[in-house]
Structures are given as structure tokens and as C-alpha cells.
Nanobody, 116 residues
Framework: QVQLVESGGGLVEPGGSLRLSCAVS????????MAWYRQAPGKARELVAS???????DYGGFVKGRFTISRDNDLNTVHLQMNSLQPEDTAVYYC??????????WGQGTQVTVSS
């Protein structure tokens, strides 16, 4: 019954920025961690960023300092600030709320397209 609603995707030129947002229907402070994943056509889903409830953050190796995950526990939202976007970042980006590593609630995804 947990719902996650994503927004902020769109079309940007290489080098541009986007800020994705995920509104969660329950207190995100109670989840083990929040995360962003992405999946490009023909490719496997991969972790973009995670934000554990104790503040520990992790990023996929391709991020290379370009993205930042953050949360607002009062507003029950999680964000992904993406800078220096490149065409290979084109994918559907999904917000996820983890009770555990395997009990996960997913958002519907938001399309990010990086193209000139």
C-alpha cells in the first residue's frame, strides 16, 4: 500500500542538470533506506544512489561525484540531484523504499533523456 510518486524527469542537453523528487505516502524515516535505481532499454536495472536511515549514502560507480541523494523526513520526500548529465545517463529512474534489502516498494519511474 506504500505509494511512491516520482517527478522531475525530462529532456536535457549533455552537461545539464535535473532534480528528481519522490513523494512517499508513509514516513520515510521508518524505512531501512531509500534508493534510486535506473534502467535503460536493453540493460539491467542498476543502483544509482541509496540513503540509509542512519545517513550512510552509497552511489553507483558511474556516478563519479555527479549525483547527490538527499531526503526530507518531514516532507517524506527523497531527491536525486543530477549534474553533468551525459547521454549514457538516459534511462527510466525509479524511486524505491526498502524495509529490508528484499522488501521493496517502487515508484512508477520517470524518464530522463540526455540528448543534444
Amino acid at each position: 500500500q506504500v505509494q511512491l510518486v516520482e517527478s522531475g524527469g525530462g529532456l536535457v542537453e549533455p552537461g545539464g542538470s535535473l532534480r528528481l523528487s519522490c513523494a512517499v505516502s508513509e514516513s520515510i524515516a521508518r524505512f531501512y533506506y531509500m534508493a534510486w535505481y535506473r534502467q535503460a532499454p536493453g540493460k539491467a536495472r542498476e543502483l544509482v544512489a541509496s540513503d540509509r536511515s542512519d545517513g550512510v549514502r552509497d552511489y553507483g560507480g558511474f556516478v563519479k561525484g555527479r549525483f547527490t541523494i538527499s531526503r526530507d523526513n518531514d516532507l517524506n520526500t527523497v531527491h536525486l540531484q543530477m549534474n553533468s548529465l551525459q547521454p549514457e545517463d538516459t534511462a527510466v529512474y525509479y524511486c524505491a523504499a526498502h524495509w529490508t534489502n528484499f522488501h521493496v516498494y517502487w515508484g512508477q519511474g520517470t524518464q530522463v533523456t540526455v540528448s543534444s
